[in-house]
């Protein structure tokens, strides 16, 4: 069955839909755009076996390809329509025993590929994004550091190098924001272990497809050594005792596809359960499926953007102080100070992130000298990033952004603002890969610009322009590119109504850059529509907020039963003292921000009210003290989930998630004696535990999977606490990382 954007699609080549009736495409695939640039890949695969493959060779091959299809279909007899390898290889024009020759996975052939990598030869490595525009810059040194998040879990334990993930048993999970230097990570783990004699392959899961896992890890290792692996090459790499399987770019992917990695990566540790894995994602919660422990990168301290800068430019002190006095802590991302040093060597101080990201792309228009970019190219990607935001994907297939981009060109053309002509969506696409805004990926099919956080910035530009709205309702998809959006300006009072309404998170990030003059009225009709995410208000809905703009400060206070107003010369702590929330910001922020952090003051005085709960007995025998502990996550997850529930509804899955309680493992170690002063002696039983996976299990003995990946802690220290306060106080705590704090 044809969909619309098929329909579309054959509308657009001017094919009429009866005669593409004559071939019937049932696929997993997302449909037959992703079908057709999955074939497309493979036949080059397969081509390039036996010669040099031109541009459209693997396009020409699969459209002969569909033509035997379509005449062969038709046949009556069974045998005639079954088609095999061997059929296969003579439509495509390949010599089956050239595709079934390669190195079986040896001593040396191992040795080859660990030198290759940790020579910085591994594919998908975090583009260069300093020699985009200038190829004269050397690779900047990028040492990171993560936090674990068992610390948010109650354990303690030191930050330490990102790359020493590699060598954690079982695996973890990497996790941070866009940008933050995960695939930079994943490119030096796989370095790092090949300079140790072991053998780690990064995988891009963009894109993915059921049962893909083990020809994209054959692929990665295929592309280094230059050459096919034989049949039970791949098995035999996996095997080996310090293999380790990285997963990156999982932003891109839908919940579905989640799904589907998640059971694919099941599937390949019940054939290799010694598998070292490490999933770097932006949340942790893909990682804790399979029981992994979780870290978070830490930003980038003074002395590492130094470090970083001394590759890049001269007198590096020098220009990471000016860059920090006029980024502040927006450089402490990875990418964006990257960026901002590239900015800095072909002399453009940008000022903010929209300047960095503006900056960087002119940067690439005005180094194309071979390709020009028009503001009408730049126009199509821009609604182009929206459809990627409204999809929740970063990637496509190379024909879903052929359809899209004629799509928009066909939307500019009818609204008249930009001179389109007679240009193709093809020209445009190709122009876009030609100066380094969009790569493929041919290995997962996929076209992306050359960074997820280009995606939300040109989506962001195209709602300041008004080139398209925001969707209603908000959803997370859209966090980023709201927060982009009033960091440029370009909130309207349409905007803020809107994010108020829906979006509580988005709306906080938004209100941090939010100067619009703030009137007591729409200050009021926001704070209330903030109001309406709570699961209820001790005062109700019907209050007002009341302004008081003094010398430093201005003051928004919560008024219950009364209007909204803006009271000159009123004395603010008076006023504050009978109010149930009330702020003092500085005087420059807007209705937006005035809102934003009433509500943030109404979140906090809800769960200070909460009552705490009760103390469960403390068992001294550990196997009762196993019971006991094993109850206690049991109320605890119980409990956060309650009372995010009552407390915030339109948060709580959001919450829930992140926290990730899903499941819960804990080995509890024979009692031990220890004494604090002369004569008070202290027994206490040893326990490591992690969260997340699907089971709970809570065992007497040692852990066997070694200590390097869990929560440190006893066993007695964990129940002692009641289930009520520890979920309301992880609760508050993931409440603070979510929605920002406007000052």
Not at 15 to 27: F, K, S
Not at 229 to 252: K, Y
Not at 418 to 429: C, L
Not at 463 to 485: F, G, K, M, Q, Y
Request: proline share 5%; glycine share 8%.
């Amino acid at each position: 069955m044809l969909t619309k954007d098929d329909r579309a699609y054959l509308q657009q080549l001017e094919i009429d839909e009866a005669r593409a009736a004559y071939v019937d495409l049932a696929t997993r695939t997302e449909g037959t755009g992703a079908l057709l640039a999955m074939a497309e890949n493979r036949a080059r695969r397969l081509l390039g076996l036996v010669g040099p493959v031109g541009p459209d060779d693997a396009e020409r091959a699969i459209d002969r390809l569909f033509r035997i299809f379509a005449v062969e279909g038709g046949e009556a007899r069974i045998e005639r329509r079954t088609f095999g390898r061997g059929e296969l290889a003579v439509a495509l024009g390949v010599d089956l025993v050239v595709v079934d020759t390669g190195d079986e996975w040896t001593q040396p052939v191992a040795e080859e590929y660990r030198a290759s990598v940790a020579m910085g030869n591994s594919p998908h490595a975090l583009v260069e994004l300093a020699a985009l525009l200038d190829p004269t810059a050397t690779t900047p040194a990028l040492t990171l550091i993560v936090t674990p998040d068992s610390t948010r879990d109650g354990g303690i334990q030191p930050p330490h190098p990102a790359i020493s993930l590699v060598d954690v048993p079982r695996g973890a999970g990497l996790c941070g924001a866009g940008g933050t230097g995960k695939s930079t990570t994943a490119r030096q783990m796989v370095e790092h272990a090949g300079q140790a004699g072991h053998t780690a392959v990064t995988v891009s899961a963009a894109g993915y497809r059921h049962g893909d896992l083990s020809r994209r890890v054959r692929r990665t290792i295929e592309d280094v050594l230059g050459r096919p692996l034989a049949a039970g090459a791949l098995n035999a790499a996996l095997a080996e005792p310090e293999a380790t399987l990285i997963l990156d770019g999982l932003t891109s992917l839908s919940a579905e596809q989640l799904d589907v990695l998640a059971s694919d990566v099941h599937d390949l540790l019940e054939r290799h359960p010694k598998l070292r894995t490490i999933v770097a994602d932006r949340e942790r919660t893909f990682a804790r499926r399979f029981e992994l422990a979780t870290y978070t990168l830490s930003p980038l301290s003074s002395e590492d953007r130094v470090l970083i800068a001394a590759g890049l430019v001269n007198d590096a002190p020098g220009v990471v102080s000016d860059l920090e006095d006029r980024l502040g802590d927006v450089i402490d991302n990875p990418l964006l100070f990257v960026m901002a040093l590239a900015l800095t060597r072909i002399g453009i101080a940008a000022d903010g992130r929209p300047a960095i990201f503006n900056g960087f792309i002119e940067g690439l228009r005005a180094r194309a000298t071979a390709t020009t970019l028009d503001d009408t190219d730049m126009a199509a990607l821009r609604l182009a990033s929206v459809a990627l935001t409204h999809e929740g994907r970063y990637g496509a297939d190379r024909y879903w952004w052929l359809s899209t981009i004629a799509d928009a060109l066909a939307k500019l053309r009818t609204r008249g603002t930009y001179e389109v002509g007679d240009r193709t969506a093809e020209a445009v696409v190709r122009r876009f890969l030609e100066i380094g805004l969009l790569f493929e990926d041919e290995l997962a099919a996929s076209v992306s610009l050359l960074h997820d956080a280009f995606r939300d910035y040109l989506t962001s530009v195209a709602l300041a322009r008004a080139e398209t709205d925001l969707p209603r309702p908000i959803d997370p998809e859209w966090d980023e590119a709201c927060e982009l959006l009033a960091e440029q300006g370009g909130l309207t009072a349409e905007h803020r109504s809107a994010l108020a309404a829906d979006n509580p998170v988005a709306a906080t990030r938004a209100a941090c850059f939010d100067t619009a003059p703030a009137d007591a009225h729409l200050t009021g009709e926001l704070a209330r529509a903030f109001a309406r995410h709570l699961g209820f208000s001790p005062f109700g809905l019907d209050f007002g907020v009341v302004i008081v703009r003094g010398p430093s400060h201005i003051y928004a206070l919560v008024a219950p039963g009364d209007e909204d107003s803006e009271r000159t010369g009123a004395d603010a702590s008076a006023l504050a003292l009978g109010s149930p929330a009330a702020v003092a910001l500085r005087p420059d922020v807007g209705p937006l921000a005035l809102a934003a952090a009433l509500w943030r003051e109404l979140v906090n005085r809800l769960t200070a009210s909460e009552p705490n709960g009760l103390h469960r007995s403390v068992p001294t025998a550990r196997a009762e003290l196993a019971n006991a502990v094993a109850e206690q996550f049991r109320d605890q997850k119980h409990e956060l989930a309650s009372i995010a529930s009552r407390l915030f509804p339109t948060l709580a899955d959001r919450v829930i998630a992140s926290v990730g309680w899903s499941g819960f493992r804990a080995y509890i170690a024979e009692a031990e004696t220890t004494s604090f002063f002369p004569g008070q002696e202290m027994t206490y039983h040893p326990m490591q535990y992690s969260f997340g996976g699907d089971q709970l299990i809570v065992a007497i003995g040692d852990n066997p999977d070694g200590d390097e990946f869990t929560v440190h802690g006893t066993a007695e220290g964990f129940v002692e606490h009641t289930a009520r306060s520890v979920a309301l106080k992880t609760l508050v705590d993931e409440l603070k990382r979510l929605l920002p704090e406007v000052t």
